[in-house]
């Protein structure tokens, strides 16, 4: 495939390397958990590196082998590794990075487990983790210190799209310490809209279960960066520290979604502004969260580093939670689900459900309010969700 292929191509063709004996069309599913050695000496070159070639399936299988490299090439950097979740890529990155001692600084706008892994989770081992608005960019001044191993942001930020200009956080963290891992989760934005290697960060984080998979049948998810830097995540987080290894048949159903991934971000994205749209003319709907807004306070950053402005929406409805429950439980077209990125419309309740991790004074902090409701705008036809909307607006 010609280096300089476009997304859609790469996202058909990219980590092919035509290998296979029989020159099947589609990638073989290696369901296997081990590899047999030719002999001693073999195995054991293979365990020192000293020989290439597969030894089990939590150190690389094939199929996933190509899907790392087809996601490596669409987020433009040098090697991806493969994870059985997003959360399993999350763990594995910082454990790669961090040790007792280590600083991370995080937005507090985050997915609900990654803030949750963040504040008691890594946080019981030594590592010190400070929150702080990352839209600011004097706040990530003030809060670097010394030990300062890590910046972690999502953009746009899950459930309510904070953005965060990604090239400005990764010139002041590394003009501070070039050894500082700016890591940023991807995942609402995907490779198609938004390149954060490019933009300067170090490491790239999905949760594949979303638009990358795009069919709501697989959890998986993977890390972006450097070769050096992902052999590591691959030897040390991946291998010895989380185990959380994707499975050669979740591999081969990623490989399939990925196919689609443009021409699927286009549609969900078209779908969005036209939902936004309707949002903007109900009088029902007190306030509306998207970055394609001109009123979103972060809409020129996002101008500047997405191509499209995403599919995921946030909004509040007036009459607060009651009203925004009520709303929910009379949906029939929309699915009543957490996750995104799906063919379907997914709606939730952040406060309630990806984000009941979060105290209250955590929400307030991190400008979720208790009434937001959450849309990943799907792929149905645009007339088909706001009709049901409607009438379920009609109810409340
Ligand atoms: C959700 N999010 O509905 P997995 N990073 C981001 C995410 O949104 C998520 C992850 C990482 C949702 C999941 S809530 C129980 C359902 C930005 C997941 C974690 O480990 O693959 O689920 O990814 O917002």
Same mark, same amino acid.
């Given at each position: 495939m010609?280096?300089?292929?476009?997304?859609?191509?790469?996202?058909?063709? &990219?980590?092919?390397d035509?290998?296979?004996?029989?020159?099947a069309?589609s990638?073989? #599913?290696?369901?296997?958990?081990t590899?047999?050695f030719?002999n001693?000496?073999?195995g &054991?070159?293979?365990f020192a590196?000293?020989?290439?070639?597969y030894i089990y399936?939590?150190l690389?299988?094939?199929t996933?082998t190509?899907?790392e490299?087809c996601?490596?090439t669409l987020?433009?950097a040098?090697?991806?590794?493969?994870f059985a979740?997003?959360?399993g890529?999350?763990?594995?990155?910082?454990?790669?990075i961090?040790?007792?001692g280590s600083?991370?600084?995080?937005d507090p706008?985050?997915?609900g487990?990654t803030h949750?892994?963040?504040?008691?989770?890594?946080?019981?081992?030594?590592?010190?983790v400070?929150?702080?608005?990352?839209?600011?960019?004097n706040?990530?001044k003030?809060?670097?210190?010394d030990n300062?191993?890590l910046v972690?942001?999502?953009?746009?930020a899950n459930p309510?799209?904070?953005?965060i200009?990604?090239?400005? #956080?990764?010139?002041?963290? %590394?003009?501070?310490k070039?050894?500082i891992?700016?890591v940023?989760?991807n995942?609402?934005?995907t490779p198609?809209?938004?390149?954060?290697?490019?933009?300067?960060c170090d490491v790239?984080?999905?949760s594949?279960?979303?638009?990358l998979n795009?069919?709501?049948?697989?959890?998986a998810?993977?890390?972006c960066?450097?070769?050096d830097?992902m052999?590591?995540?691959?030897?040390l987080?991946?291998?010895?520290?989380?185990g959380?290894?994707l499975g050669p048949?979740e591999a081969?159903?990623?490989?399939r979604?990925?196919k689609?991934l443009?021409?699927?971000?286009?549609?969900?994205?078209?779908n969005a502004?036209?939902l936004v749209?309707?949002?903007?003319?109900n009088e029902k709907?007190?306030e509306?969260y998207?970055p394609?807004?001109?009123e979103?306070p972060?809409?020129e950053?996002?101008?500047?580093?997405?191509?499209r402005?995403g599919?995921m #929406?946030a909004?509040?409805?007036?009459g607060?939670?009651?009203a925004?429950?009520?709303?929910?439980?009379?949906?029939?077209?929309?699915?009543l689900a957490?996750?995104?990125?799906?063919?379907?419309t997914?709606?939730? %309740?952040?406060a309630s459900?990806?984000?009941s991790?979060y105290?209250?004074e955590a929400l307030?902090e991190?400008? #979720?309010p208790?009434?937001?409701?959450?849309i990943?705008? &799907?792929?149905?036809?645009a007339?088909?969700?706001?009709?049901?909307l409607d009438?379920?607006?009609g109810k409340?």
């Amino acid at each position: 495939m010609n280096q300089n292929a476009g997304f859609g191509t790469k996202s058909i063709h &990219g980590g092919r390397d035509h290998s296979d004996p029989f020159a099947a069309l589609s990638v073989p #599913i290696y369901q296997t958990a081990t590899f047999k050695f030719a002999n001693c000496q073999q195995g &054991g070159d293979r365990f020192a590196g000293q020989e290439a070639g597969y030894i089990y399936t939590r150190l690389g299988n094939p199929t996933t082998t190509v899907l790392e490299k087809c996601v490596a090439t669409l987020e433009n950097a040098e090697a991806a590794v493969a994870f059985a979740s997003g959360i399993g890529a999350i763990s594995s990155v910082t454990w790669t990075i961090c040790k007792a001692g280590s600083h991370i600084i995080a937005d507090p706008t985050l997915y609900g487990c990654t803030h949750a892994y963040l504040e008691h989770g890594i946080s019981r081992y030594g590592v010190e983790v400070t929150f702080t608005d990352l839209s600011d960019s004097n706040n990530l001044k003030n809060a670097l210190k010394d030990n300062t191993a890590l910046v972690y942001i999502e953009t746009p930020a899950n459930p309510n799209m904070k953005i965060i200009d990604l090239e400005e #956080i990764a010139k002041i963290a %590394h003009a501070y310490k070039k050894h500082i891992k700016v890591v940023c989760d991807n995942t609402f934005a995907t490779p198609y809209l938004q390149q954060p290697i490019a933009l300067g960060c170090d490491v790239v984080v999905h949760s594949a279960t979303k638009y990358l998979n795009g069919h709501g049948d697989v959890i998986a998810g993977f890390a972006c960066g450097k070769e050096d830097f992902m052999g590591e995540v691959r030897m040390l987080g991946l291998k010895d520290m989380t185990g959380a290894v994707l499975g050669p048949q979740e591999a081969f159903l990623v490989l399939r979604g990925l196919k689609t991934l443009e021409i699927r971000m286009e549609r969900h994205c078209d779908n969005a502004v036209k939902l936004v749209e309707y949002l903007k003319a109900n009088e029902k709907v007190t306030e509306i969260y998207f970055p394609g807004l001109p009123e979103h306070p972060n809409h020129e950053v996002a101008k500047k580093q997405m191509k499209r402005f995403g599919a995921m #929406i946030a909004f509040e409805v007036k009459g607060g939670h009651d009203a925004g429950a009520k709303l929910l439980d009379h949906l029939e077209l929309c699915t009543l689900a957490v996750s995104l990125g799906d063919a379907e419309t997914l709606i939730e %309740h952040p406060a309630s459900m990806t984000h009941s991790t979060y105290s209250p004074e955590a929400l307030a902090e991190s400008g #979720i309010p208790e009434g937001l409701v959450r849309i990943s705008a &799907g792929l149905e036809n645009a007339e088909d969700i706001i009709a049901d909307l409607d009438q379920a607006f009609g109810k409340i």
